[in-house]
């Protein structure tokens, strides 16, 4: 997975019926590269469904949580690029002190969500989390 992929699955996150030339444009990639990509990803299971989320589902949406991350040494370039891959991580942070990324993840239930922190912890060059789960959000924009 590269930078690409990464830009395409953000914006399929977003609009997941976005037009292959608005993707192409957004990425500036080709519409050929954008289509061959996003069948890649389907292909090989990056890609699992496409769907919609009501705003009864937003409103109501599963687990969602800040996961703190330690990263050992020189490994942070690719432990990020291990995280963007993940669709539960809708947003990375990288900080200073003493954590050096905050991840955002949302998942459907706490079984799943336990699976992708257990998938998290499991990253070479991770060496601790603290997670946070949220429970309620009263402003959601400034």
Do not use: Y
């Not at 930078?3 to 976005?18: E, I, V, W, Y």
């Not at 469904?49 to 490994?75: C, D, N, P, W, Y």
């Not at 669709?87 to 799943?112: C, K, M, Y």
């Amino acid at each position: 997975m590269d930078d690409l992929d990464r830009d395409l699955l953000g914006a399929l996150r977003h609009n997941a019926r976005m037009p292959l030339s608005s993707l192409a444009a957004a990425t500036g990639a080709s519409r050929a590269t954008v289509t061959a990509r996003i069948e890649r990803m389907v292909a090989n299971g990056t890609i699992a469904a496409f769907t919609i989320r009501t705003g009864h589902e937003i409103r109501s949406s599963g687990v969602r949580a800040i996961v703190m991350i330690e990263v050992l040494g020189k490994l942070a370039d690719k432990v990020a690029q291990q995280l963007r891959g993940m669709p539960q991580v809708r947003a990375l942070h990288s900080t200073n002190g003493r954590w050096d990324f905050i991840a955002e993840l949302e998942d459907r239930d706490l079984a799943t969500f336990d699976e992708t922190l257990r998938r998290i912890r499991l990253i070479e060059g991770i060496n601790s989390t603290e997670t946070n789960i949220l429970l309620k959000t009263s402003k959601t924009s400034f």
